[in-house]
């Protein structure tokens, strides 16, 4: 393919892009495709001879989008959003084009500095603390993750580092592995997954921590288990508090953790994957009030910033923190720049897992010029709106009950019953194909979760969810009912 030939297939995949999405509505949200569909259908080697374009179009039809979970549908209420504007798809575009590996500042300068500038921008918006940010006189500073999985881990490695040497620091004589096997972690009962998946990478035990009845962790509960391992001779040495929990966007009380935290010498570090987007809006800022006495903040703008994936940010209040954790200095990556007193561009190098870095900053550039602060706001309130809207159909109908408070845009919700009648409506929910919804479990009850995801909804669309959900309820609810009857 030479540049013409680019330029008039580039035109038609933007059509094709533009079109899919127009029209993605008109989609099952859910395929209806059996585990290993695929490999009958392309053949079992790479062609000798070049395919043509229309073959190759043609078959990303035939082969590829019966497999497709359309996470950008308006009848897409599964897990949580996946960002998507089109300023991010073509930044995205010449991201691709550009192709820099940005793994140091010499590598492609404008690829570091960009990255650090927008997530100063950022943090700007959030009102993080003045510590967290580049761009002035703190130790602090923002980077770009993959995903909030690899800050949570590199936060927790990083404080695992920190907990050894200043323990070795006090006692010489200690090995590594003697405090290694001290060493404890915290979470709640209800965070991600991947924050235990961090601390079984880093050889440290992980402790959970239960949570109220709002499924959020307080202070006295943490300051319980933290009493009861010091006189067990263990060392806490890490807090992984979740903003906006996955089951439910519960939030836990970093006020109080915080000060807790920085008392026990502990490393905090925040997981606000999905609910950290909305701290840009006045209204929810106060959910992060406790952020100054957290080590390290992470949310992922590729979830409801309208920023496509991945784009995972990261502050950390002291930069040396991380620097001293993961630091390695080949000759092959030095250069002339590196030692900058106006910049902390070795940040990037390492505080990342990965040696290579996309240009990843473009997204939030592009995107945060042509929405604004406001735009990016109003997204947020529309989708908050429209949940808030599904609540209140749900509460209308006596059938079914609110299961946690919606604070943002996600409704947790069940048939007042048994986990096997809520079981089998999600099973015909999903059967179905026209809407699609994941269950979590809370206080022992198995719920159904509806988020708002993509940037298409609207409130038709909750409204059909609903009488879609209602529909099938009535058909489960009628054919038990005339079951215990034949039985009786």
């Known amino acids: 393919m030479d540049a013409a030939e680019f330029r008039r297939r580039g035109k038609e995949m933007v059509d094709h892009v533009a079109d899919y999405l127009e029209k993605i509505e008109e989609r099952p949200v859910y395929p209806d495709v059996e585990p290993g569909y695929l490999r009958s259908l392309i053949p079992t080697e790479a062609p000798v001879e070049p395919d043509s374009y229309e073959d190759i179009m043609k078959d990303v039809e035939r082969v590829i989008m019966p497999g497709i979970t359309h996470w950008h549908s308006p009848n897409f209420f599964a897990y949580f959003p996946a960002a998507s504007s089109y300023p991010a798809m073509l930044a995205d575009m010449l991201c691709s084009a550009i192709g820099c590996i940005g793994f140091s500042w010499a590598a492609s300068p404008a690829c570091t500095e960009l990255e650090t500038v927008m997530l100063d921008w950022l943090g700007k918006m959030l009102q993080l603390p003045e510590c967290f940010l580049a761009g002035t006189h703190g130790h602090g500073g923002g980077v770009i993750q993959g995903t909030a999985s690899e800050a949570t881990l590199v936060s927790l490695l990083a404080a695992r580092c920190k907990a050894i040497r200043r323990v070795q620091l006090l006692d010489p004589k200690k090995s590594e592995a003697e405090i290694l096997s001290k060493l404890v972690a915290y ?53 992984c508090a979740t903003l906006g929990t996955t089951p439910s966007c519960a939030f836990d009380h970093i006020a109080d953790l915080g000060p807790l935290c920085n ?89 990342s897992i990965p040696l290579g870095r996309r240009f990843r900053s473009l997204k939030m550039w592009f995107v945060f010029r042509m929405y604004g602060l406001q735009g990016l706001q109003a997204h947020i309130r529309k989708q908050v709106g429209l949940a808030k809207e599904f609540e209140s159909l749900v509460r209308a109908d006596k059938r079914f009950e609110i299961c946690a408070p919606v604070v943002m845009g996600l409704v947790c919700f069940r048939l007042k019953g048994t986990n096997e009648l809520n079981q089998s409506l999600l099973k015909k929910i999903t059967k179905s194909r026209e809407i699609h919804l994941v269950p979590c479990q809370l206080s022992g009850s198995f719920v159904l979760r509806l988020a708002i995801c993509s940037r298409s909804t609207e409130f038709r669309h909750i409204q ?6 209602t529909q099938l309820a009535f058909e489960l609810l009628n054919k038990n009912e005339k079951a215990c009857t034949f039985q009786i």
């Open 187 to 239: 979470t709640s009962e209800q965070a991600h997954s991947s924050v235990e998946r961090a601390a079984l990478i880093g050889a440290v035990m992980m402790k959970k921590v239960p949570t109220d009845s709002l499924y959020a962790v307080r202070g006295e509960m943490l300051k319980k288990i933290l009493e009861e391992d010091k006189a067990a001779g263990l060392i806490p040495f890490y807090f």
């Open 263 to 351: 008392q026990e010498n502990m490393w905090m570090h925040i997981d606000a994957a999905y609910a950290g987007s909305a701290f840009i809006c006045p209204e929810f800022r106060p959910l992060l009030n406790g952020v100054e006495y957290a080590d390290s903040f992470n949310f992922n703008p590729h979830k409801w910033m309208l920023i496509n994936f991945d784009c995972s940010a990261m502050w950390v209040k002291k930069r040396t923190d991380i620097i001293g954790a993961f630091k390695m200095e080949p000759l092959y990556l030095k250069h002339e720049n590196q030692e900058s007193g106006k910049t902390f561009f070795g940040l990037k190098l390492s505080q």
């Open 464 to 469: 059909q969810a609903w009488q879609h959900i």
